[in-house]
């Protein structure tokens, strides 16, 4: 039997999902729902109806897990918990500073329903989250350390593209090389924000824009530019679809510690990803998280999880024997 999924919205990360989701033979999507009007969107599943978001409370004996693509700034705070008294959900909430109050807002509305809720699934929380647990947990002496890109950020492009005069841009995060490789050294240096990425920025202006305003207003604004090292081209829209069309990312987690009775021994615990598509790759874990809230659920558990909860073997399709005889 295939666990059922639904999938609420239809923008990159829930098509990533709808992707992993044939590569895994154990989970079937059955519907897709949408704010927009259902019979104007197109899906990649033959068969799948797309429905409404007002019917989701009619799909509550059809869907064993619900999977929220919204966004972390509207979306899931609002609808993980709403969604939560219906169905077991996994969502993406990516706003690390607002996690312990999403866990809490969905955790209650979890167990008062007898369903799972796994928030905050990905790589960065995720899976990146993991190794800055385990590998604190295992050289408690250290520091640790995570690099993003170089990828695509596509809340600094959209940033961007707001600006008066830009008609299309794209965003990347760097890291600082030297900055990486001086902790890979085990040097374990103090950096600051700016030491540790830079950003570049691919912009595409309007005709007749002022493109030293633009560039003004993109390496002065705050919370997004200001604090690093940024650097601006401007270039054609061919140029940006044919070069810059995809969405790339990845990045790194370093722990770097010492043991011994007088911490004479450096180690150094690295972690890292490349991405060709951040939103297939996120969608893949969260493919994977989905099969663990069905397993939870069956055996009984309800409120929110994060990683940190979930044993890997909730993750794989495989029995606990075939994990151990192939993997462990």
């Known amino acids: 039997m295939s666990i059922r999924v639904g999938i609420v919205g239809y923008g990159n990360l829930s098509?990533?999902?709808?992707?992993?989701?044939?590569?895994?033979?154990?989970?079937?999507?059955?519907?897709?729902?949408?704010?927009?009007?259902?019979?104007?969107?197109?899906?990649?599943?033959?068969?799948?109806?797309?429905?409404?978001?007002?019917?989701?409370?009619?799909?509550?004996?059809?869907i064993d897990v619900l999977v929220l693509g919204g966004g972390s700034a509207t979306d899931l705070p609002e609808q993980t918990p709403k969604y939560a008294q219906w169905f077991n959900v996994v969502d993406s909430f990516d706003t690390h500073a607002k996690i312990p109050a999403h866990f809490a807002n969905v955790d209650e509305a979890a167990r008062k329903s007898g369903h799972v809720g796994i928030i905050s699934v990905g790589w960065d929380p995720g899976m990146f989250s993991l190794i800055r647990m385990v590998s604190t947990s295992v050289l408690p002496e250290g520091s640790n350390y995570t690099f993003w890109g170089r990828g695509v950020s596509q809340g600094h492009s959209d940033a961007i593209r707001r600006?008066?005069?830009?008609?299309?841009?794209?965003?990347?995060?760097?890291?600082?090389?030297?900055?990486?490789?001086?902790?890979?050294?085990?040097?374990?240096?103090?950096?600051?924000?700016?030491?540790?990425?830079?950003?570049?920025c691919y912009v595409v202006a309007e005709e007749g824009a002022d493109l030293a305003q633009i560039e003004k207003q993109i390496k002065e604004m705050p919370n997004y530019f200001a604090d690093?090292?940024?650097?601006?081209?401007?270039?054609?829209q061919e140029e940006l679809n044919e070069k810059h069309g995809g969405l790339p990312h990845g990045g790194f987690v370093l722990r770097s510690g010492v043991t011994g009775f007088d911490k004479e021994n450096k180690h150094i615990v690295e972690y890292r990803l490349q991405l060709d598509s951040n939103p297939e790759f996120t969608g893949s874990v969260i493919a994977a998280y989905v099969r663990a809230a069905y397993k939870l659920n069956k055996e009984g558990q309800t409120g929110c999880k994060t990683v940190f909860d979930i044993a890997p073997i909730y993750l794989s399709p495989e029995s606990p024997d075939e994990v151990r005889a192939h993997l462990l």
């Open 15 to 62: 098509r990533g999902v709808e992707s992993a989701i044939r590569q895994n033979p154990d989970l079937e999507l059955v519907a897709v729902f949408t704010r927009r009007d259902p019979s104007a969107l197109k899906i990649k599943t033959a068969g799948v109806p797309v429905c409404s978001v007002d019917d989701l409370e009619n799909w509550k004996e059809k």
């Open 228 to 236: 690093y090292d940024t650097t601006v081209h401007f270039i054609s």
């Open 163 to 200: 600006i008066p005069g830009v008609k299309d841009a794209r965003q990347y995060t760097v890291p600082v090389e030297a900055s990486v490789e001086s902790v890979r050294r085990g040097e374990n240096p103090e950096l600051t924000t700016r030491q540790m990425h830079t950003r570049e």
